[in-house]
């Protein structure tokens, strides 16, 4: 099944702010991680409680702990946030959830 990409607007440019940052990250969540993800989405874990309806790809980059959240409906994937860890999860609960 091919999926669909989607960003929600914060989550665009948050990647736009984590390209301009770091090229080489950017370049490695464009040109791998992302398109891993679409290949299989279901591999990124399920999350509990009030973020239950995001699924949470895990990677490293530079000795640090980043995130792609995201959620998977029908043939789309919609990215919700991306980022280092803690900051990506805190974003994903300050944003609405449409």
């Not at 950017?26 to 990124?44: H, M, Q, R």
């Not at 980059?61 to 803690?86: C, M, N, P, Q, W």
């Amino acid at each position: 099944m091919g999926y669909k990409l989607r960003f929600r607007p914060a989550a665009a440019k948050d990647l736009y702010k984590l390209t301009k940052k770091n090229k080489e990250l950017g370049a490695l969540v464009v040109n791998e991680k992302i398109p891993n993800l679409l290949s299989d989405p279901f591999k990124g874990r399920k999350k509990k409680g009030d973020l239950s309806h995001i699924r949470s790809y895990d990677f490293n980059f530079g000795g640090s702990a980043y995130r792609i959240l995201y959620e998977v409906k029908g043939d789309i994937v919609r990215i919700f946030a991306t980022g280092l860890h803690d900051v990506s999860y805190r974003k994903v609960k300050r944003r609405p959830k449409q």
